[in-house]
């Protein structure tokens, strides 16, 4: 199936496409989907739009790394059981939709997110650039944060049981962190590290500095309700 430049094409199940046809996405593929859940076995490319509508599930199976577009999610969920789900297109979520990893890997995309984003399978390497001021729900272990949060805004939540870790104040932006489970803080930057996230929990706080030299501290009332 061929969705051209320009074109729009909205799918609401598995009869609409096929249960393994290749897509080639230059325009906009939509998945309008209010089932309990489509399992979603097509094979995805091209540079266009991916967007996943309606208050069902998606579940996204297959690798594919030849998608290089843009990925939309506004209303319901889209889960990817193949870190490689989505290709390496950026990703949006809206306020009403959730992305949701559901396999471990390097997860390098963009992501805009003013919904709900879950990172639920352990070894998680997030890579790319986050902004938006959204949820990151953490609930596996061996989550490693890794990418530029600079812009984000959004809060985390580092559920009971789960385990995520950092090297640097980029890795979170400048929003409030739960931690219920654990985060640790492992810089290799020589000197002061200020935290400056609103902080609670009941969870742990690793810290490791790259040096005895190096002190840590708290910005003022950060840590307050932790």
Do not use: P
Request: proline residues 0%; negative net charge.
């Amino acid at each position: 199936v061929d969705v051209a430049a320009g074109a729009s094409l909205t799918a609401h199940n598995t009869k609409n496409l096929g249960a393994s046809s290749t897509l080639d996405i230059d325009g906009k593929l939509i998945l309008d989907q209010s089932d309990a859940v489509w399992n979603f076995g097509n094979t995805l490319g091209g540079n266009g739009e991916l967007v996943k509508q309606g208050t069902g599930k998606t579940v996204i199976s297959t690798n594919n790394n030849g998608f290089l577009g843009s990925t939309t999610v506004k209303t319901g969920v889209l889960e990817l059981g193949n870190i490689g789900g989505i290709g390496s297109s950026s990703a949006s979520i809206e306020a009403a939709g959730t992305l949701y990893l559901l396999a471990g890997g390097g997860f390098a995309n963009d992501v805009a997110n003013a919904g709900t984003f879950n990172l639920g399978a352990d070894n998680i390497v997030l890579g790319g650039d986050l902004t938006g001021a959204g949820l990151v729900n953490i609930t596996h272990k061996s989550i490693l944060l890794n990418g530029d949060a600079s812009a984000y805004t959004g809060a985390w939540d580092v559920r009971s049981g789960a385990e995520a870790g950092m090297s640097r104040a980029t890795n979170l932006g400048a929003g409030a962190v739960k931690v219920d489970g654990k985060l640790s803080l492992a810089t290799t930057v020589s000197g002061h590290y200020s935290w400056a996230n609103v902080l609670t929990g009941t969870g742990v706080l690793e810290i490791e500095l790259a040096s005895a030299a190096n002190n840590f501290t708290f910005a003022a009332g950060t840590g307050a309700a932790y």
